[in-house]
């Protein structure tokens, strides 16, 4: 008898619970469902999700590690803030990295490996022009990715995947603003031009010149937010 015909192994086929409860609430916090502080009260959450209580705590454990989620002594698990300070620094890595995974991807990226580059970028200006700000954030990350491994960077790809869900939220603040969708799309293509002629230092100014764009959006966005806040609670 083959000992494996008796295995109890159990062949997944699909996500648990867990792991859909948890794709929602991250996609929650960065879409604005919940809102940065707002309390998040495991059974409020149970009633919403349609899950147990086990698997609330869980997903926002997980989600702490991700900076997604903040416990305070007092309130509990609340929505973490968007700390000018933190942004700023997300941002400064995101150059770090992207720009040395750019100035890689110029010099060691195949042919194959540029050509889905500009796919993506195609996919990129037809969601922002759909609206579909989902897809751009999806197709924007595989991007990223697919530069990273192109320029065999595949350490500081862990690193930035790290950071995702934080980078994320913010990118779902930036994409949205007026006129965002035709820069991001002619930076994004300035980078890849300079990919595709091989010139390692122009992708490198290209891509640190497309971080610092989204950053000084998302740090407007955060000071506007705070000071109509601070109005709000003086009037």
């Known amino acids: 008898m083959n000992p494996k015909a008796n295995s109890i192994k159990i062949e997944r086929t699909a996500k648990t619970l867990r792991e859909l409860s948890l794709e929602k609430m991250r996609e929650a916090i960065i879409n604005g469902y919940f809102l940065p502080g707002q309390r998040l009260i495991e059974r409020t959450l149970c009633d919403e999700l349609g899950v147990s209580r086990t698997i609330v705590r869980e997903v926002l454990r997980h989600l702490e590690t991700e900076g997604l989620v903040e416990t305070g002594s007092q309130q509990g698990p609340v929505v973490a803030t968007l700390d000018v300070s933190k942004v700023a620094e997300i941002y400064e890595i995101r150059a770090l ?13 195949s042919d194959e490996v540029i050509r889905q580059l ?48 934080r980078i994320n939220r913010l990118r779902a603040m930036t994409i949205s603003s007026s006129g965002r969708g035709a820069d991001a799309v002619s930076e994004m293509r300035a980078l890849l031009d ?16 497309h971080i610092r764009r989204v950053a000084e959006i998302a740090i407007a966005k955060l000071q506007e937010a705070s000071q109509a806040k601070q109005a709000a609670e003086a009037g």
């Open 97 to 109: 990295l992207e720009g040395h995974a750019a100035r890689a991807c110029a010099v060691l990226a």
């Open 118 to 165: 500009g796919d993506l970028i195609n996919e990129i200006e037809s969601a922002f022009a759909e609206r579909d700000f989902q897809k751009v954030m999806r197709n924007t990350t595989e991007f990223y990715e697919g530069m990273f491994v192109g320029g065999g960077k595949t350490t500081s790809l862990e690193i930035v995947q790290s950071l995702n869900a």
């Open 194 to 209: 300079a990919i595709q002629h091989r010139d390692p230092d122009k992708a490198h100014e290209m891509s640190v010149a």
